[in-house]
């Protein structure tokens, strides 16, 4: 079946630094994206989501990207922090039957040095 | 003030038993979500409730069972474990999409670490 899945399974920055975690999706019907964040011992956080109609949304530190002709989704996240570390996961929102299927990508960790 | 909670947080048990986990949330969600997280951060969707009627069942073993016994509960139960079914357990909750298809955000509990001996 169709998935979402991520391009980096690991990503080593620097304090300050900006991040970018990538994300492919093959669902070309798909029209809702989140970006969800996992800290250690913890449940999946909502980080911001996006709409097939828009091709950037900004929130606080972070920017997501949609290009849906290559079916690419992205996470800026701008001068990252070390509680920024976490498992990042971009996830697709399907209908079925007037109900929702959350589809998660399979994750990228973001490890963030001081 | 927790949004969505699970207990418990920890679970070790033996090969055989039959165990449940509890969820609750105080969000005002009619739907509600199980969801497994293997060891390599992979989360699939299990189950999900809406008004306490099942929606989705994924391909998941009948020896795994949910129940809502109402709107703001929704528990799983699994019976005779097996060393595959260790894992972490999450549950989640929404609105459901409102007309027109508008989705809404899931928010999810703190998960219930699971570990079959």
């Known amino acids: 079946g169709e998935s979402v899945g991520l391009h980096l399974p690991t990503l080593s920055v620097q304090e300050g630094d900006n991040s970018i975690i990538n994300c492919a999706y093959s669902?070309?019907?798909?029209?809702?994206f989140i970006w969800y964040k996992q800290e250690s011992g913890k449940g999946p956080q909502f980080i911001i989501d996006i709409r097939s109609n828009m091709d950037k949304r900004q929130g606080q530190r972070v920017t997501v990207l949609l290009n849906k002709t290559v079916k690419h989704l992205s996470l800026q996240i701008a001068a990252t922090q070390p509680g920024d570390s976490a498992v990042y996961f971009c996830?697709?929102?399907?209908?079925?039957?007037?109900?929702?299927?959350?589809?998660f990508g399979k994750g990228t960790m973001l490890l963030v040095s001081p | 003030d927790t949004a969505v909670s699970q207990t418990p947080k920890y679970l070790v048990t033996q090969m055989g038993n039959d165990k449940s986990i509890k969820c609750e949330q105080n969000l005002g969600h009619d739907t509600m979500y199980w969801y497994k997280q293997d060891s390599k951060k992979f989360l699939k969707i299990m189950f999900s409730?809406?008004?306490?009627?099942?929606?989705i069942n994924e391909t998941v073993p009948n020896r795994f069972s949910p129940k809502s016994p109402d709107k703001a509960h929704l528990n799983l139960h699994i019976n005779s474990l097996e060393l595959g079914d260790s894992a972490v357990y999450f549950c989640?909750?929404?609105?459901?999409?409102?007309?027109?298809?508008?989705?809404?955000?899931?928010?999810f509990g703190p998960g219930t670490r699971l570990l079959v001996l």
């Open positions: 989640a909750s929404s609105h459901r999409p409102r007309q027109g298809g508008v989705q809404e955000t899931q928010y």
């Open positions: 669902n070309s019907a798909s029209d809702y």
């Open positions: 996830a697709e929102l399907s209908m079925n039957s007037g109900y929702s299927t959350l589809t």
């Open positions: 409730y809406n008004n306490k009627e099942l929606i």
